[in-house]
């Protein structure tokens, strides 16, 4: 985007802001899963005074949301950072959220000298919000804001998500048999992709903040619902389980993992109390919503109470139950389709229920990935 009376930049300059954003991007990507509630933000710094542009440092918000990128780049660089283009993929903070956080992103950059700023996508929160651009106009540092926008949203999707409407965004991840089922009601369970298309869902997996099913797959399929991935088995997220009465078994796997990893029942404030004791007892907690009209789980307060804890962002990997309820509340914002061409078993259970059909219409399709046999695609809300 360029600001009114700006000259336009040469297509040279644009395709190296774009190499560098993406950069900054790929950075900011390596951390998802692990800073929320904060943005997972890439930052790169190049000096650009000689005939070819020099990387001079680069940062990735570190685990649990601090320090944040900018920071990093900058106190590596020092006094090199004089003069220099810092690329960042979501708009500096400009303001304190505490004062034992130290300065401000925008505080630093002016500090710092920095000769140019160039941001993927502004940043809604309260402590941003455009206060930076107003900062930065005032220490003479030009800002151009927009740079691989969509690439940059998408990283950011979660932040802006749960700074707009106050819950985490929510991924939903199905798979089907080339016929469209995603599971069979009775006998052994579907196995419907690969190795190499698992591998690719525990990456998604250890990118998300939470991990969510319904009870329903919990009872058929008894998951795990870690990371197995080697070298990234610690970056299993938080397990969620929508349930609405307690059905799930003391003695269900993920229970008896839940003082390793982070388990969270979802439940209704009509729900016994006897099974909240056992499950508790094992490291399970329970988090209690009002019921539905149907008597389930109220999704919509349900994610807003995920949002008041911080999550950023929650992949779902419940069956087609709990994937139609979520379209039916308009909770879903990016749809994972893959399509297992070589499944093995018969299945009965459709993959895609009529509301999340009828939702599809309105998102749009941004990519495709052919993973071995199987076939990845994807929607996001536009
Ligand atoms: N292919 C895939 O991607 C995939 C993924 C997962 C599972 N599966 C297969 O799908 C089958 C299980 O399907 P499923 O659809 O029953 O699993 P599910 O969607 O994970 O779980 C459904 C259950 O979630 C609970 N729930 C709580 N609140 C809800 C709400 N507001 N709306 C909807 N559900 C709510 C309901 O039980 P309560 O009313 O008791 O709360 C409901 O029965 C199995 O065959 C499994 O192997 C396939």
């Known amino acids: 985007m360029t600001p009114a009376g700006a000259e336009r930049p040469s297509p040279d300059r644009i395709l190296r802001d774009e190499h560098f954003m993406r950069l900054a991007i790929a950075l900011g990507g390596r951390h998802l899963g692990l800073t ?20 001079l440092a680069q ?26 283009t810092l690329y960042v993929t979501l708009e500096p903070c400009a303001a304190r959220s505490s004062h034992s956080h130290g300065p401000s992103c925008s505080d630093l ?9 160039v941001v993927s996508v502004p940043d809604p929160s309260p402590f941003a919000a455009g206060q930076g651009p107003e900062r930065f106009g005032r220490a003479g540092i030009p800002l151009s804001t927009g740079c691989l926008a969509p690439e940059g949203a998408r990283l950011h999707g979660g932040h802006i998500t749960r700074v707009t409407r106050g819950r985490p965004a929510v991924t939903v991840k199905l798979a089907r048999s080339t016929e469209g089922f995603a599971g069979a009601r009775r006998g052994p369970r579907l196995m419907l992709t690969g190795e190499a298309a698992n591998g690719r869902v525990h990456l998604m997996r250890a ?18 619902l870690n990371v197995r991935l080697p070298g990234l088995e610690g970056r299993s997220p938080v397990r969620i389980v929508v349930d609405s009465r307690l059905r799930t078994p003391p003695t269900a796997r993920l229970v008896a993992g839940a003082g390793m990893i982070p388990t969270w029942i979802v439940t209704t404030v009509d729900a016994p109390v006897e099974p909240e004791r056992a499950l508790a007892a094992r490291g399970v907690e329970i988090l209690r919503v009002s019921s539905d009209a149907n008597g389930r789980v109220h999704l919509p307060e349900a994610l807003q109470l995920l949002g008041t804890r911080g999550l950023t962002g929650v992949f779902c990997e419940g069956g087609p139950d709990l994937a139609d309820a979520l379209a039916r509340s308009d909770l879903v914002d990016e749809l994972v389709l893959i399509t297992g061409r070589s499944a093995r078993g018969q299945g009965d259970v459709p993959a895609l229920g009529p509301a999340l059909q009828d939702r599809m219409d309105f998102l749009n399709p941004w990519a495709e990935e052919q993973i071995g046999p199987d076939l990845f695609m994807f929607w996001e809300r536009p």
């Open 36 to 55: 929320w509630p904060n943005p997972s933000v890439g930052a790169v710094l190049v000096d650009e005074s000689g005939d070819s542009p020099m990387i």
């Open 59 to 84: 940062g990735v918000t570190q685990a649990g949301g601090r320090p944040h990128a900018e920071r990093i780049a900058l106190e590596a660089a020092g006094e090199r950072a004089r003069g220099a």
């Open 109 to 117: 950059i002016v500090a710092a000298g920095i000769g140019r700023l």
């Open 207 to 224: 990118h998300a903040d939470a991990i969510m099913v319904g009870v329903g797959t919990v009872l058929a399929d008894d998951p795990l």
